[in-house]
């Protein structure tokens, strides 16, 4: 069992900045696939970015303005968001993925308003 711990959401202007982090108990290593999901009221949950050890992946809705990035020797992942936008209110969740293997974090409320 890997637990998932979210950090970092809150409240931000548009414009503003914020970065999530997510520590893992498990291993982060080589072929462990982290990842950052939100779900927004009514909407169904949906990929903001991955990154393997090699390769990064992001949504349309997040290219050019989020930047995923990992530690494996802290077992952490981040999402470093800019720029936000009233659409990238959601609640963010972690993801992690290893032999198979799926597990997710409880989520980070992110809430962009003036």
């Known amino acids: 069992q890997v637990q998932l711990v979210e950090s970092g959401g809150g409240l931000v202007q548009p414009g503003g900045s914020l970065r999530l982090s997510c520590a893992a108990s498990?291993?982060?290593?080589?072929?462990?696939?982290m990842g950052w999901y939100r779900q927004a009221p009514g909407k169904e949950r949906e990929l903001v970015a991955t990154?393997?050890?090699?390769?990064?992946n992001y949504a349309d809705s997040a290219k050019g303005r989020f930047t995923i990035s990992r530690d494996n020797a802290k077992n952490t992942v981040y999402l470093q968001m800019n720029s936000l936008k009233p659409e990238d209110t959601a609640v963010y969740y972690c993801?992690?993925?290893?032999?198979?293997?799926?597990?997710w974090g409880q989520g980070t409320q992110v809430t962009v308003s003036s």
């Open positions: 498990g291993i982060i290593d080589s072929i462990t696939v």
């Open positions: 990154i393997t050890s090699i390769s990064t």
């Open positions: 993801r992690y993925s290893r032999v198979g293997h799926v597990y």
